[in-house]
């Protein structure tokens, strides 16, 4: 038993496949929210 909680305690620390995905849909978004903000900015720019 002390070996199976020791592997337990060492898969506690690596993220779950979902997990990665919400991280990598989370940083995706936020991306491309960021992205989109500077076109806004730099496209009003060269109006003015």
């Known amino acids: ?12 620390h690596l993220l779950t496949a ?3 995905v ?3 849909l989370g940083f995706g978004s936020f991306t491309i ?5 500077c076109y806004k900015i730099f496209k009003d720019g060269d109006k003015k």
Not at 2 to 10: A, M
Not at 33 to 37: K, N, Q, V, Y
């Open 1 to 12: 038993m002390g070996n199976s909680s020791k592997s337990d305690g060492k898969e506690e």
């Open 18 to 20: 979902f997990e990665v």
């Open 22 to 24: 919400q991280t990598i």
């Open 33 to 37: 929210a960021l992205i989109g903000l």
